[in-house]
């Protein structure tokens, strides 16, 4: 015994004075499960006791004894009987079938995938117990893995009805909504309502989950998965698990419809639809019985004897004895006999006699004479020719493509395997040419959806992830196509560009480049609306911007965008803001002791404006001469700024 099971205050306790609990075998959310005895009918019984600290929950409470009223009201050897309910102090229990075994979570997790036989014999017995229920009004809203028992003795139920609730009363908060996330129909999760077809979807989940070992939808969070539900198809389990039936991909893809009028009515309905499929498939619920069934005798179990047959009785009445016969009624005995066993030679003889012409005839004209066309599929034709003549057939070699067989293999004949022809009849051994070409015009202009089609269509399988670009072109547009030989490298050495329409082979893999769009032109924009545009369609924009400046963009404001040279951004590059630091300055030229003319030349050489006294306007050049500038020599200005020379006549 555990040091939990030791410390487990109920083990040993006597619950109401009928209940002796053994051992605890199950803790959940709501309560804990133990086994006990009950002391008036001597049996086993299981015992489900409310957790303490919800006991002074009206709710959890009411939810308790509904449990016990709604499962006590099902009668079916499906559904894991309830035998009582009461409170002993502050401490509420049910009282139900002890069913020694394991779940179907259990099995899951020990084999991961069921065989086809094992699930139809499951999803029988669920089906009946929960068609018990609809019948009775009664929705489980819990239906999941974990709830459904597989006993030692091979019977199958389905227990824990503690959610169910009245198809009446089918409506439930947000807060009420305590199905299981991985099980939960999409109307529970988009308007909280419940009812028999709810409990149908999550029988399709867990169908889906016994044929693949796995469920359709997984995530981090619940959410993810409740989302999922809301808006996704389950997928065919056939995709995971190639063996599985159509039929049983059918019936799980009903199950599990999103809009419940589209789903079967109640589990009688689905159940009906698993008979047919059941003798469609010619598979029949199978319990392999793992125990004894029901009570053995002391006296039986230390024999190791279930049954005993009686022996047979003597025969009773008179015997009849044989008259004693004379001599000649002896030998007239005799005689018969002897004529008796020379009638039934001469009867072999002519029956030999006719057997042998008979196969004479049937294998010298008749159907024995016709030999039977040999499995020579997946041989070479060498191999294939030589194994026809053996049967003294005359092979005829043709060729055709195929995806499927290997160049130079045999793919069929001719007449087909198994057909018996005469001797000497020709077949016609087909041989593999490999993949047929596959011819393709021009991509340009064409969205993913339509390239994907048309590649699809010649047997060219298109790689799932595309390449994205921007560029001018609307988002979704095929901007390149790129396709791979099959067997060949990795390292696209042997790509074949497709865009403007190539030739290929059926199995061959196309990657498709995609149009994203146009980079958003983000020029004279702010640093930090320029940053977020461009970050929301993808592209990393560096933290440290570059600046420059710029006679026309404002200062702050983004001049472009650098990113990688030399071919179409895609998302995810790193690009680099350029902002502008507004227009650029120019050194003031030293002109001090040039002339007027000569100064002002070279001022306005350097894209200055000037400046002097109007004085100096009237007097001759060559007797001025300047003295100072201001802005000074070696000061940085704008083009266009005004200089203010000052001059002296020098004359």
Same mark, same amino acid.
């Given at each position: 015994?555990?040091?939990s099971q030791q410390?487990?205050?109920?083990?040993?306790?006597?619950?109401?004075?009928?209940?002796?609990?053994?051992?605890?075998i199950?803790?959940?959310?709501?309560a804990?499960?133990?086994?006990?005895?009950?002391?008036?009918?001597?049996?086993?019984?299981a015992?489900?006791?409310?957790?303490?600290?919800?006991?002074?929950?009206?709710v959890?409470?009411?939810?308790f004894?509904?449990?016990?009223?709604?499962?006590?009201?099902?009668?079916?050897?499906?559904?894991?009987?309830?035998?009582?309910?009461?409170?002993?102090?502050?401490?509420?229990?049910?009282?139900?079938?002890?069913?020694?075994?394991?779940?179907?979570?259990?099995?899951?997790?020990?084999?991961?995938?069921?065989t086809?036989?094992?699930?139809?014999?499951?999803?029988?017995?669920?089906?009946?117990?929960?068609?018990?229920?609809?019948?009775?009004g009664?929705?489980?809203?819990?239906v999941?893995?974990?709830?459904?028992?597989?006993?030692?003795?091979?019977?199958?139920?389905?227990?824990d009805?503690?959610?169910?609730?009245?198809?009446?009363?089918?409506?439930?908060?947000?807060?009420?909504?305590?199905?299981?996330?991985?099980?939960?129909?999409?109307?529970?999760?988009?308007?909280?309502?419940?009812?028999?077809?709810?409990?149908?979807?999550?029988?399709?989940?867990?169908?889906?989950?016994?044929?693949?070992?796995?469920?359709?939808?997984?995530g981090?969070?619940?959410?993810?998965?409740?989302?999922?539900?809301?808006?996704?198809?389950?997928?065919?389990?056939s995709?995971?698990?190639?063996?599985v039936?159509?039929?049983?991909?059918?019936l799980?893809?009903?199950?599990?419809?999103?809009?419940?009028?589209?789903?079967?009515?109640?589990?009688?309905?689905?159940?009906?639809?698993?008979?047919?499929i059941?003798?469609e498939?010619?598979?029949?619920?199978?319990v392999?019985?793992?125990?004894?069934?029901?009570?053995?005798?002391?006296?039986v179990?230390?024999?190791?004897?279930?049954?005993?047959?009686?022996?047979?009785?003597?025969?009773?009445?008179?015997?009849?004895?044989m008259?004693?016969?004379?001599?000649?009624?002896?030998?007239?005995?005799?005689?018969?006999?002897?004529?008796?066993?020379?009638?039934?030679?001469?009867?072999l003889?002519?029956?030999?006699?006719?057997?042998?012409?008979?196969?004479?005839w049937?294998?010298?004209?008749?159907?024995?004479?016709?030999?039977?066309?040999?499995d020579?599929?997946?041989?070479?034709?060498e191999?294939?020719?030589?194994?026809?003549?053996?049967?003294?057939?005359?092979?005829?070699?043709?060729?055709e493509?195929?995806?499927?067989?290997?160049?130079?293999?045999?793919?069929?004949?001719?007449?087909?395997?198994?057909?018996?022809?005469?001797?000497?009849?020709?077949?016609?051994?087909?041989?593999?040419?490999?993949?047929a070409?596959?011819?393709?015009?021009?991509?340009a202009?064409?969205?993913?959806?339509d390239a994907r089609?048309?590649?699809?269509?010649?047997?060219?399988?298109?790689?799932?992830?595309n390449?994205?670009?921007?560029?001018?072109?609307?988002?979704?547009?095929?901007?390149?196509?790129?396709?791979r030989?099959?067997g060949?490298?990795?390292?696209?050495?042997?790509?074949?560009?497709?865009?403007?329409?190539?030739?290929?082979?059926?199995?061959?893999?196309?990657?498709?480049s995609?149009?994203?769009?146009?980079?958003?032109?983000? *020029? #004279?924009?702010s %640093? &930090?609306? +320029?940053?977020?545009?461009?970050?929301? =369609?993808? @592209? /990393?924009?560096a933290?440290?911007?570059v600046?420059?400046a710029?006679?026309?963009?404002?200062?702050?404001?983004?001049?472009? *965008? #650098?990113?990688p %040279? &030399?071919? +179409?951004?895609?998302?995810g590059?790193? =690009?680099? @803001? /350029?902002?502008?630091?507004?227009?650029?300055?120019?050194?003031?030229?030293?002109?001090?002791?040039?002339?007027?003319?000569?100064?002002?030349?070279?001022?306005?050489? +350097?894209?200055?404006?000037?400046d002097?006294?109007?004085?100096?306007?009237?007097?001759?050049?060559?007797?001025?001469?300047?003295?100072?500038?201001?802005?000074?020599?070696?000061?940085?200005?704008?083009?266009?700024?005004?200089v203010?020379?000052?001059?002296?006549v020098?004359?």
């Amino acid at each position: 015994m555990s040091t939990s099971q030791q410390t487990d205050p109920l083990i040993g306790r006597l619950v109401d004075g009928r209940y002796r609990v053994r051992a605890r075998i199950a803790r959940g959310g709501m309560a804990t499960v133990y086994v006990a005895t009950d002391l008036r009918l001597e049996r086993r019984v299981a015992l489900k006791v409310m957790h303490g600290h919800l006991s002074d929950d009206t709710v959890f409470q009411s939810r308790f004894i509904q449990e016990a009223r709604a499962a006590a009201r099902l009668a079916d050897p499906n559904v894991v009987n309830v035998f009582d309910q009461g409170q002993d102090g502050d401490m509420a229990y049910l009282v139900m079938e002890y069913l020694p075994g394991i779940t179907l979570r259990e099995l899951l997790r020990e084999q991961r995938r069921l065989t086809v036989p094992q699930a139809i014999s499951i999803l029988d017995a669920v089906l009946s117990g929960l068609a018990a229920a609809h019948k009775a009004g009664i929705v489980h809203r819990d239906v999941k893995p974990e709830n459904v028992l597989l006993a030692e003795d091979g019977r199958i139920k389905i227990g824990d009805f503690g959610l169910a609730r009245a198809t009446t009363a089918n409506t439930a908060s947000g807060a009420q909504l305590l199905g299981t996330i991985a099980y939960l129909a999409p109307e529970l999760v988009t308007r909280g309502t419940a009812d028999a077809r709810s409990d149908i979807y999550a029988i399709g989940i867990m169908l889906y989950e016994m044929l693949t070992g796995e469920q359709p939808y997984k995530g981090e969070q619940p959410m993810q998965i409740a989302f999922q539900h809301a808006t996704d198809s389950v997928p065919r389990p056939s995709v995971k698990n190639p063996g599985v039936p159509e039929p049983l991909d059918e019936l799980v893809l009903w199950a599990t419809e999103r809009s419940p009028d589209d789903r079967p009515l109640d589990a009688r309905e689905m159940l009906q639809r698993l008979r047919e499929i059941e003798r469609e498939l010619g598979v029949a619920p199978v319990v392999a019985r793992t125990g004894p069934i029901g009570i053995v005798r002391d006296d039986v179990a230390s024999t190791g004897e279930l049954t005993a047959v009686l022996p047979g009785a003597a025969p009773t009445g008179p015997t009849t004895a044989m008259d004693a016969v004379d001599n000649a009624g002896r030998l007239r005995q005799a005689t018969r006999r002897r004529r008796t066993r020379g009638a039934w030679l001469l009867i072999l003889v002519l029956l030999l006699a006719a057997l042998a012409g008979g196969l004479g005839w049937y294998f010298g004209s008749g159907p024995g004479s016709l030999v039977a066309v040999a499995d020579v599929s997946g041989l070479t034709y060498e191999e294939a020719s030589a194994r026809l003549q053996q049967d003294s057939l005359v092979p005829v070699q043709q060729g055709e493509s195929s995806l499927e067989v290997a160049a130079g293999l045999v793919i069929r004949t001719d007449p087909p395997q198994g057909s018996r022809v005469d001797r000497e009849a020709s077949v016609n051994v087909f041989v593999s040419l490999g993949p047929a070409e596959a011819t393709f015009t021009s991509f340009a202009g064409m969205s993913e959806t339509d390239a994907r089609t048309v590649l699809g269509e010649q047997s060219v399988d298109t790689v799932d992830d595309n390449a994205e670009f921007f560029t001018e072109d609307a988002p979704g547009t095929v901007v390149n196509v790129s396709i791979r030989p099959a067997g060949a490298p990795e390292d696209g050495s042997q790509d074949v560009a497709c865009f403007e329409g190539c030739v290929v082979h059926q199995g061959d893999t196309a990657r498709l480049s995609v149009s994203v769009g146009p980079v958003p032109d983000v *020029v #004279n924009r702010s %640093e &930090g609306g +320029a940053r977020s545009e461009l970050e929301g =369609v993808g @592209l /990393v924009v560096a933290e440290e911007s570059v600046t420059e400046a710029s006679d026309t963009i404002e200062k702050d404001r983004v001049i472009r *965008v #650098n990113g990688p %040279e &030399g071919r +179409a951004w895609q998302p995810g590059d790193a =690009v680099t @803001l /350029v902002l502008s630091s507004g227009p650029p300055l120019f050194e003031v030229p030293d002109v001090v002791g040039d002339s007027r003319d000569e100064a002002i030349a070279e001022l306005e050489g +350097a894209g200055f404006q000037v400046d002097y006294a109007a004085f100096f306007g009237v007097v001759p050049n060559d007797i001025t001469e300047v003295t100072a500038s201001d802005p000074a020599a070696g000061e940085f200005r704008v083009r266009g700024t005004r200089v203010y020379i000052q001059l002296t006549v020098t004359g």
